[in-house]
């Protein structure tokens, strides 16, 4: 039957006719193989498969070798062919166990978001209405939100039900795998073969549509028989042509060589060709015409008749990818050339073939730019063709306005034969909705490529944004001072190339690109805060300005960053619940800031902070003090100490931050004590505090000690005297203290200072004070003459005063060794920062010595004399302790006024004490009332009113009976003496004063002498005696002995007083008892000059006392009157006017001025 057909499924064929369906048992035999089943018997296929088939109408009963089904015993035995078993690889399958996670992980992710949409349909409370109890007991919510709540839990369930189900069944396939695979691979190829059925189907029914249209004429079949049989047909007429004989090739050479002179002589002749045209060359009987990058025409002439019309005969582009020209294009185009020919000449044919090229090349960018508009560029470009234009917007995603090139045919060829005039395609270029000027392309017209023409186009556009934010950013200090580094790199042609790296800290960069597809700004290194920024300046919709400030915003940010993670390895803490108000901003850091944070040493007081502060022109720290008014509710004040810029060189690590810390600190320090002379008004000098460097040195504050009322004594350093408001213009170095910060104790966290001052003194003295025990915070250097006081207070805290006291006491110190080893007979025992202790007077017997103690607390010195008992000097202890704190002296005076008085006053006090001794004693409180030897012998009284001046008052006893005949002791007033000291006028020695005491005083109970009879005997005995040569000057009432000889004149005095005293006890023994009772009664408590006389209190007898106030009710010291009879000698300094004293322990109080 017209041959034998392809096989099918290579076991059968097919007739002419029906086909016989031979692949359905063997589909039936491969399905039941995979799934494991039996196949059928012949006996089990229904009667209807079994019905008779046809083959171009005939039954089954016509022999036909092609018609006929193999045995159902064969199908069994046959396989599928592995070519068709193996068309789905194995290795195109997922693991199982991939898919079973990834349906647990879509169940648990989808149960999550069910929970999430559960949680937030807020179920209102049930209301009678939509609720009924359910049987249990519970209630069943009918609203609209628990409705829909249990509806959405039952899709889910039924969703991930059917899922699993699914997933159930593949892994009951996944028992069986190689059959599986074996039946997806026969149904893969069946599907295949039926869409190849299905495509032939089509492809008939193509033809039949497109036969519609053919016109087939009727056959002539009487005139195709004659031609058989005759080989022509009679009917056909002939018009008799004698055929042309073929040219030979020489007359076609002959043929060529003439065209080319023609073609020569007519162009040379038919005037100047246009510019395009004007390259050519003449070849094979035609002239080549070549237009640079757009075509070539090839034209020729017909015959040699000078009005005939060139023509053209063959034409190519010369420009890639060009069109395919097909034959029809070609005559086409022929056809239309030759009639401009003959219209227009050849500079009308160039005309129309330049556009027509420039048409097919605009073309040819609208099909490349909607090839990459659908490709890489997609969502990123648009593409539009108006007119004869194609427009190309780039960028289209970006949030700024929109930016276009427009490539078109420029022409103005009526103008100018100039090449620059006629027809050429031009891009016009339109940034962010306003016209630029043609963009500077590198382009081949030869090859056309838009991509490389827009990636051009779109390196100049992102030239110009860099080149914008470059100049924002270089007119900052930070960049145009050339602090931090600003790289640009420029390209025209590739925009990968156009970056611009910008130096963000000391060893931090970025790099800021801009993406040729997308127009997003892109940044790197990527880090979690560079994704951050780029996010931001993409959404921007400044160009320049913007993401300028939006760089320089996030150069802040990497520096706070720094700056943080240094500041946590190092010993400040973030204030970071502190802020500032605007206006406080613009006050202390005057103006807007990027990033401020505040800090503060963990040592400091409340009052200090450290603040750090960003702006776009650069960083820098700022040590800020808060101020508040004493008992002020007002708000606080803040005041910048100083502030200086972190400069981008330096390293911010946490070493940088504690040499901050320790330069903050002494500035803090050193202001403060600075601020102790300022409110003063004291003159002092500190220099200008260096900028905070690695190598920095905070300047010495120095002032003079001159020019501070210092506290008197070394134990007083902080009861500091008034300031003096003047300075002292003397240059003396010794006088000026200098001080500087050195550091912070890390064990007290306490500020040390450390004070140095220039001692002038020998070196004997430094090395006796070096021995010494002096303050632990005081040493020497003997080798520069210095010495050097260490203070540690707390940070904020004054520290001068503590600084002057120990100044202050060192320089006494000083002072008093100096005074020491100036004077003979003054050995220094020992001298320690409480005291001094010194030996005198070493020709005597026992060894003198006294200890000088400055106790803490107390203003005045504690004075000890050894031995206790010995020592004559104990009983001035009290006034010398008076003498070495009067203030009105400089120190060095006193300390030269105490050891030389004692010294002075050592024999006048030896022989006092002695007097005390033998003469003192008087009636003890235990002594029997019988014995009255006792009571009858003269008394001496000492009392010590400074240490240079004395008074001696001699009394006797005597007894009464009183009313119940119990003796009574009554005290008689001898005489009283005055002994001050004194100086000779000519010899300059001194001397001691010795005179009756003054009876001008109102103080004075009584007069001086018992009677006048006494006063005579005196003057003419000791006084103003002539009869034989004394050793005391006589001064008619009063008589003065050399200092170191007091004995001769004070022992001729007692004597006369002895004889004197004696004489009137033999004078009285004579008078009766009567007299004696009237002597005995009591006397009246007013006395003779109007004073009224107290009861005095018990005492210790025959002591010397020192002075006691005076209890006259006024609390004033009377002062004394000058007697202009008697001289009284020249007094030593003394802190105030001497105090008068009360004998307390007499019956008869005396007291003397």
């Known amino acids: 039957m017209n041959g034998d057909r392809p096989t099918v499924n290579g076991v059968q064929r097919m007739s002419n006719g029906v086909q016989e369906d031979g692949s359905r048992p063997l589909s039936q035999a491969a399905v039941y193989q995979a799934e494991g089943i039996k196949p059928p018997s012949r006996a089990s296929i229904p009667s209807q498969d079994r019905e008779p088939r046809h083959t171009n109408g005939l039954s089954k009963d016509t022999p036909m070798r092609h018609s006929v089904a193999p045995p159902v015993s064969t199908l069994r035995s046959e396989q599928a062919p592995l070519e068709i078993l193996q068309l789905i690889s194995k290795d195109s399958y997922l693991p199982l166990a991939a898919l079973v996670n ?168 038919s005037g100047p060709l246009p510019p395009p045209l004007r390259t050519f060359y ?12 757009e075509f070539e025409m090839d034209v020729s002439i017909l015959d040699d008749t000078p009005d005939s019309q060139f023509r053209m005969v063959d034409f190519r582009f010369s420009f890639s990818p060009a069109p395919t020209m097909t034959d029809g294009m070609r005559t086409e185009i022929e056809h239309l050339a030759n009639s401009v020919i003959d219209r227009d000449g050849l500079q009308g044919c160039c005309l129309f073939l330049q556009e027509l ?323 003063r008004h004291v003159p002092y000098d500190l220099s200008p505090f260096p900028d905070f460097e690695e190598n920095y040195k905070l300047p010495e504050l120095s002032f003079r000690l001159d020019g501070l009322g210092s506290a008197s004594l070394p134990f007083e350093p902080t009861q500091s005297k008034a300031l003096l408001r003047g300075s002292n213009k003397d240059d003396n170095p010794h006088q000026v203290v200098k001080v500087r910060f050195d550091g912070v104790n890390p064990e007290t966290n306490l500020a040390t200072l450390i004070g140095r001052i220039q001692i002038n003194t020998s070196v004997v003295v430094l090395q006796h004070l070096e021995k010494s025990a002096l303050d632990r915070d005081v040493s020497l250097n003997l080798r520069h003459h210095t010495a050097t006081i260490r203070i540690d207070t707390s940070i904020g805290e004054i520290a001068i005063p503590a600084i002057l006291g120990k100044a202050n006491h060192l320089r006494n110190t000083i002072s008093t060794v100096q005074q020491i080893h100036r004077l003979p007979g003054i050995k220094l025992q020992a001298v320690s920062s409480s005291g001094f202790s010194v030996c005198y007077s070493s020709s005597t017997p026992k060894e003198l010595s006294v200890q000088v103690s400055f ?48 010294d002075m006053t050592y024999p006048l006090v030896a022989y006092l004490h002695n007097l005390q001794r033998q003469h003192g004693s008087g009636l003890d409180q235990g002594q029997s009332t019988a014995s009255t030897q006792n009571l009858s012998t003269v008394r001496a009284h000492i009392l010590v009113r400074s240490a240079q001046h004395f008074a001696i008052q001699y009394f006797t006893n005597s007894n009464t009976l009183s009313k119940d005949a119990t003796p009574v002791a009554h005290t008689n007033l001898v005489a009283r003496l005055e002994i001050l000291p004194h100086v000779d006028t000519g010899s300059k020695k001194p001397m001691w004063l010795v005179r009756a005491a003054l009876e001008e005083v109102q103080a ?41 000889n007091p004995e001769p004149l004070l022992t001729e005095i007692h004597a006369l007083l002895m004889a004197f005293v004696k004489e009137q006890k033999t004078n009285q023994a004579g008078k009766d008892t009567p007299a004696k009772a009237d002597a005995q009664k009591p006397q009246s408590n007013n006395l003779p000059n109007g004073n009224v006389k107290s009861k005095p209190q018990p005492r210790a007898q025959g002591k010397m006392q020192a002075p006691m106030p005076i209890a006259n009710g006024t609390g004033k010291q009377p002062q004394q009157k000058a007697n202009n009879n008697n001289p009284t000698g020249r007094a030593f300094p003394s802190k105030g006017q001497p105090k008068a004293n009360t004998p307390n322990n007499q019956d008869n109080p005396i007291t003397l001025d």
């Not at 149904?187 to 549509?209: C, E, F, G, H, P």
């Not at 016109?215 to 005759?230: G, H, N, Y």
């Not at 007069?1007 to 001064?1035: I, M």
């Open 102 to 269: 990834r349906a647990a992980q879509s169940c648990w992710n989808n149960l999550v978001l069910l929970l999430d949409q559960l949680a937030s349909i807020h179920i209102p409370d049930p209301s009678g209405d939509s609720t009924r109890s359910l049987l249990n007991g519970q209630i069943n919510n009918q609203s609209k939100a628990n409705l829909e709540k249990k509806e959405k839990l039952l899709q889910f369930a039924n969703d991930q039900k059917a899922d699993f189900i699914k997933l159930l069944v593949l892994l009951q396939w996944s028992r069986d795998v190689e059959n599986v695979s074996k039946t997806i691979s026969i149904n893969y190829w069946l599907m295949t073969r039926r869409q190849a059925y299905w495509d032939a189907i089509a492809s008939l029914v193509r033809i039949k549509q497109d036969s519609a249209g053919f016109q087939v004429p009727d056959p002539d079949l009487k005139t195709a028989a004659e031609i058989l049989s005759r080989g022509r047909a009679l009917d056909i007429p002939t018009h008799g042509y004698i055929p042309q004989k073929d040219l030979s090739t020489k007359q076609i050479l002959h043929v060529l060589k003439s065209l080319n002179r023609i073609l020569g002589i007519r162009l040379a002749l």
């Open 282 to 293: 003449i070849h094979d009987g035609r002239a080549t015409f070549i237009v640079q990058n």
């Open 357 to 679: 090229v420039l048409s097919f090349k605009l073309a040819e960018y609208h099909k490349q730019a909607l090839e990459l508009a659908r490709t890489q560029w997609v969502g990123n470009m648009r593409v539009e063709l108006i007119r004869r234009a194609v427009v190309v917007q780039y960028w289209s995603n970006r949030q700024t306005t929109k930016s276009w090139i427009e490539i078109g045919i420029a022409t103005d060829h009526q103008q100018s034969d100039s090449p620059a005039f006629l027809p050429h395609l031009k891009v016009k270029w339109t940034r962010q909705g306003q016209s630029m000027p043609p963009p500077s392309l590198s382009l081949s017209q030869s090859v056309l490529n838009l991509e490389q023409l827009l990636r051009q186009v779109i390196a100049q556009d992102s030239t110009l944004l860099l080149d914008d934010i470059y100049d924002n950013l270089n007119a900052t200090p930070l960049y145009a001072n050339g602090d931090l580094s600003l790289e640009q790199t420029v390209s025209i042609t590739a925009p990968e190339d156009c970056t611009m790296i910008m130096q963000l800290s000391r060893a931090s960069h970025i790099d800021v690109q801009i993406d040729a597809v997308t127009g997003a700004f892109v940044l790197s290194p990527v880090t979690e805060k560079s994704e951050r920024l780029q996010y931001e300046i993409n959404r921007a919709h400044g160009i320049g300005g913007e993401i300028a400030s939006k760089l320089l915003n996030f150069r802040c940010s990497v520096l706070e960053s720094a700056i943080g993670i240094a500041m946590l390895a190092s010993n400040w803490e973030s204030l970071r619940a502190f802020k500032f108000s605007p206006s406080e901003i613009k006050s202390l850091f005057g103006g807007p800031l990027v990033r401020l944070n505040l800090f503060r040493n963990r040592h400091w007081g409340s009052d200090y902070f450290l603040a750090i502060s960003h702006t776009h022109n650069g960083d820098q720290w700022s040590l800020l003090r808060q101020t508040r008014q004493p008992n002020s509710t007002g708000p606080v004040h803040f005041d910048v100490i100083r502030n200086q810029k972190i400069s981008i060189k330096q390293k911010l690590s946490p070493d940088y931050f504690d040499r901050l810390s320790e330069y903050a600190t002494g500035l803090i320090c050193l202001r403060c004590n600075a601020q102790y002379f300022e409110l």
């Open 855 to 902: 106790k803490e607390g107390r203003q005045t010195p504690q004075l000890t004399f050894f031995p206790n008992t010995d020592n004559p000097h104990a009983l001035l202890a009290e006034k010398y302790s008076d003498l070495l704190a009067f203030d009105h002296l400089p120190f060095e005076t006193r300390i030269h006024n105490f050891l030389t008085s004692l």
């Open 1004 to 1044: 004075y109970s009584r007069a001086s002498f018992s009677n006048a009879a006494l006063r005579q005997k005196l003057r003419q005995g000791v006084f103003s005696r002539t009869d034989v040569p004394t050793q005391w000057l006589t001064l008619d009432s009063a008589a003065a002995c050399l200092a170191e």
